[in-house]
């Protein structure tokens, strides 16, 4: 019973480090031109300039090569659990979902007035997981309903918000990022 929750907490944190890293990728190689290029909507930018090109990119990139290198480990058991390949579809997916997501929350703090930067939980700790599974399901079907079943996704649901604020307070503590969230 225990075995068994530590090897699905296992594998759905391995299952979503290409999702994960893209994040704190893109904090590293951001800065350059804003994605809406400063454009507004009803006086607020569409995006901010939190959301740029080369941070976009970079996480991406940094997702996917991760998948790509990860996938020369498998197949590898790890506390009773058997960590499998990503598909080249689903490594792009999880990646490329991920910095969408975000993307989209930046798209919505904006709508409803918050800065650049302010908080808006639990989104901006679920947006790229809710963008990693909505682009992933589509491009790798077979292969995300076979490794994400209800209960990896459950764990990661609760996980994952519990990763980001740490990893994110230790990115603050090391000045990459100038708010702790
Ligand atoms: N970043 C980027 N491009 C992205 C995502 C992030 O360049 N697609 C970089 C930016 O430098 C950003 C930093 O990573 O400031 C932190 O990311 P995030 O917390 O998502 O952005 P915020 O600045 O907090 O902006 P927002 O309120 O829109 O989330
Ligand atoms: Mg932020």
Do not use: C
């Not at 930067?117 to 589509?138: C, E, I, N, R, S």
């Amino acid at each position: 019973m225990l075995e068994e929750a530590l090897a699905t907490v296992v594998l759905a944190f391995y299952l979503m480090l290409p999702a994960y890293v893209p994040n704190n990728a893109a904090v590293l190689a951001g800065g350059g031109p804003a994605i809406d290029g400063g454009r507004t909507w009803k006086g607020d930018r569409l995006l901010g300039d939190g959301k740029t090109w080369r941070g976009s990119a970079g996480g991406v990139l940094a997702g996917f090569v991760l998948a790509l290198l990860l996938n020369q480990l498998a197949p590898l058991e790890v506390a009773g659990a058997t960590l499998p390949e990503f598909p080249v579809l689903a490594a792009f997916g999880l990646a490329f979902g991920a910095i969408l997501g975000d993307i989209g929350a930046s798209f919505v703090k904006r709508r409803s007035g918050r800065e650049r930067g302010k908080p808006m939980p639990p989104l901006d700790q679920l947006d790229f997981v809710v963008g990693a599974f909505a682009v992933t399901l589509p491009l790798s079907h077979g292969w995300f309903v076979e490794q994400f079943t209800l209960p990896v996704i459950a764990v990661v649901v609760v996980i994952t918000p519990l990763l980001h604020v740490s990893t994110n307070f230790i990115a603050y503590q090391l000045d990459l990022k100038d708010e702790p969230y």
